[in-house]
């Protein structure tokens, strides 16, 4: 059986992901380091395993997770659908379960608002709330504050990110803490409200309720 660490440890995977990571740094992207697979990865696996998903269920949340933004080697634009197809070609060296494969290729090439990303399984759905909710200042490269786009300053704008999972209740919140000098609510709920509106519909893909709370109010 393919693991996490096994995928973690693929030299191939490391090396695709840091030029990809560097690629769309020349081009002013924000952050999309090995940080930001591993808190995705581990994310997922909470949200599958909290809500009561098979152990190996969640495992390949975790795979999901690491692997997502893999295609931003070929393009930012479409990267989960080269992601998907880059991850194809790697699990399928290493191996791994057909069945499990498509799980993680609908998963990785759903995660996209741009590309009208949808929860078409249980790990494309964990992966939508894990990537979306994080959001935080330290993954704006720019540090020039005229050059922010409004993605930059959103992201900019977030001093703490959180997401919890009430198993019980089935209710999936995102806590967020934004500072106001550099963007009002207001406008952070106007930028991220499709992504917002895409993690809602994938909470209730998972039978749960969704919560965006920002600065103490409910938003959503
Ligand atoms: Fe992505
Ligand atoms: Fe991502």
């Known amino acids: 059986m393919v693991t996490l660490d096994m995928v973690r440890n693929n ?14 740094g020349n081009i002013g992207a924000i952050e999309h380091n090995m940080y930001h697979a591993e808190q995705t990865s581990r994310l997922c696996y909470h949200i599958l395993s909290s809500l009561g998903y098979s152990e190996r269920e969640s495992e390949l949340g975790s795979i999901a997770g690491f692997l ?3 295609g931003n080697l070929v393009n930012r634009y479409g990267h989960g659908m080269s992601g998907a197809l880059l991850s194809f070609n790697i699990l ?11 799980t993680i290729m609908g998963a990785i090439g759903n995660h996209e608002e741009q590309a009208r990303g949808n929860a078409v399984n249980n790990v494309a759905a964990a992966l939508i709330l894990a990537d979306k909710s994080d959001v935080h200042r330290s ?9 922010f786009t409004p993605r930059d300053r959103v992201n900019y704008a977030v001093t703490s ?20 000098t550099v963007c009002s609510v207001m406008e952070y709920f106007e930028i991220f409200l499709t992504k917002m509106l895409m ?3 994938a909470a209730e893909y998972l039978n749960c309720e969704f919560e965006l709370v920002i600065n103490g109010n409910k938003l959503l």
Do not use: C, F, W
Not at 92 to 102: R, V
Not at 139 to 147: E, P, Q, T
């Open 11 to 24: 030299p191939l995977v490391k090396q695709y992901m840091q030029i990809g990571n560097e690629y769309i």
């Open 68 to 70: 997502h933004d893999i």
């Open 92 to 102: 399928l060296e290493m191996n791994m379960d057909p069945e499990e494969i498509a």
């Open 139 to 147: 993954r704006v490269r720019k540090r020039d504050m005229a050059v």
């Open 161 to 180: 990110s959180e997401l919890q999972v009430d198993a019980t209740e089935r209710v999936i919140s995102m806590i967020i803490e934004i500072d106001t």
């Open 199 to 201: 993690s809602r519909r």
